[in-house]
T-cell receptor, first 114, second 113 residues
């Protein structure tokens, strides 16, 4: 049981390049989330999904897109990377409200945009 | 606006001390509150989850309490050890937010041998 895994662990992009971050969970969780963590700003929700085929905007969605084609995977895309997107990105997953929405986090992806 | 605040931002204590970390939130209508631990360069590890109907939760040397009416939660760590050194994050699931957590800025704890 690997829990929540994220790929890649580190990445350096040039401004304007695109990339996709992959999150996978093996706990059969309905809900999945993407956060970014920045010094002085804490963790902020980018996008989330309440089930396969669904996505919704969080607090800071601009510049990002997401897809949830399979229940176990949640992809975060950057179409045209900007230096302001330099951050550590965390994925999390949870059951629905009947189990209290307790969230489990992945190890993070450290992204630098130059 | 729904906000979560953690004070102090940093705390240094000698090994063996009992200590309390504080978390306050602006809206008493919450679904639950979750405490996490984050080691440098690592992800978040869930420590305790308190449902809105509960007053406290315990796990080993950790005890978390919840007082919705005053908008406060505390994380009590008994007999602190150097291995407890980490950043502790409080996150609140406000009612109506469908699973979304609002995080505090965290308290960075250093336990000195």
């Amino acid at each position: 049981n690997a829990g929540v895994t994220q790929t890649p662990k580190f990445r350096v992009l040039k401004t304007g390049q695109s990339m996709t971050l992959l999150c996978a969970q093996d706990m059969n969780h309905e809900y999945m989330y993407w956060y970014r963590q920045d010094p002085g700003m804490g963790l902020r929700l980018i996008h989330y999904s309440v089930g396969e085929g669904t996505t919704a905007k969080g607090e800071v969605p601009d510049g990002y897109n997401v897809s949830r084609l399979k229940k176990q995977n949640f992809l975060l895309g950057l179409e045209s990377a900007a230096p302001s997107q330099t951050s550590v990105y965390f994925c999390a997953s949870s059951y629905d409200g009947t189990s209290g929405y307790e969230q489990y986090f992945g190890p993070g992806t450290r992204l630098t945009v130059t | 606006k729904q906000e979560v605040t953690q004070i102090p931002a940093a705390l240094s204590v000698p090994e063996g001390e009992n200590l309390v970390l504080n978390c306050s939130f602006t809206d008493s209508a919450i679904y639950n509150l979750q405490w996490f631990r984050q080691d440098p360069g690592k992800g978040l590890t869930s420590l305790l989850l308190i449902q809105s109907s509960q007053r406290e939760q315990t796990s080993g040397r950790l005890n978390a309490s919840l007082d919705k009416s005053s908008g406060r939660s505390t994380l009590y760590i008994a007999a602190s050890q150097p291995g407890d050194s980490a950043t502790y994050l409080c996150a609140v699931h406000f009612s109506g937010n469908t699973g979304k957590l609002i995080f505090g800025q965290g308290t960075t704890l250093q336990v000195k041998p």
